[in-house]
């Protein structure tokens, strides 16, 4: 008796845990469908309730050395800023659970400024502003991660401090112009 008892309670439990599971799928591929065109909210000017403003792309410092390395570079490469990763690499891998990984990793990378060539377009350095020397916790893994994966692309890449001075021509060197 005791075992008939049993034996129903595991498969009710096998049951719960597979209903569970049925619902949990049944959320995720809700919520990762795209929204119908006439779901999106209405944002009006006029609409107190919402407030939708320009922001600025770089720090004064940032855009210091930007226009430092514009100078420094406009007359052999187009000189780009805030470029996402994922529009510099491109993955390629037999393995499509692998290349996942990689695109999932550096999907919210943003190149600081690119350096492309003026007549292929291939990028040919990638340029980070750090606006200090120490680096933020947690990132130094995923950025060895970008810097390896640039470094097989056959793309050069630089750190530049924000906090530092440079000059024009100490740009072209760096740069190897």
């Known amino acids: 008796m005791t075992d008939g008892l049993m034996s129903q309670n ?87 659970e692998a290349r996942k990984a990689v695109m999932r990793t550096i999907q919210p990378v943003r190149c600081d400024v690119v350096l492309a060539h003026p007549g292929t377009l291939k990028v040919m350095t990638v340029i980070t502003l750090n606006k200090d020397a120490s680096s933020v916790a947690g990132r130094e893994d995923r950025d060895r991660f970008v810097e390896t994966l640039l470094k097989a692309a056959g793309i050069q890449s630089i750190v530049l401090q924000t906090t530092q001075t440079y000059s024009v021509d100490q740009l072209t060197g760096l740069l190897g112009l």
């Not at 939708?52 to 770089?58: D, F, Q, S, W």
């Open 10 to 96: 595991g498969l009710s439990l096998i049951l719960l845990a597979g209903f569970m599971l049925g619902v949990v799928f049944l959320l995720r591929w809700i919520w990762r469908r795209p929204l119908p065109a006439g779901v999106l909210p209405a944002l009006s000017p006029e609409s107190g309730e919402s407030v939708v403003t320009a922001r600025p792309i770089m720090s004064p410092e940032e855009a210091t050395l930007y226009n430092l390395i514009t100078l420094a570079a406009r007359d052999h490469m187009l000189v780009l800023a805030k470029i996402p990763l994922l529009s510099v690499l491109s993955v390629v891998d037999k393995d499509e």
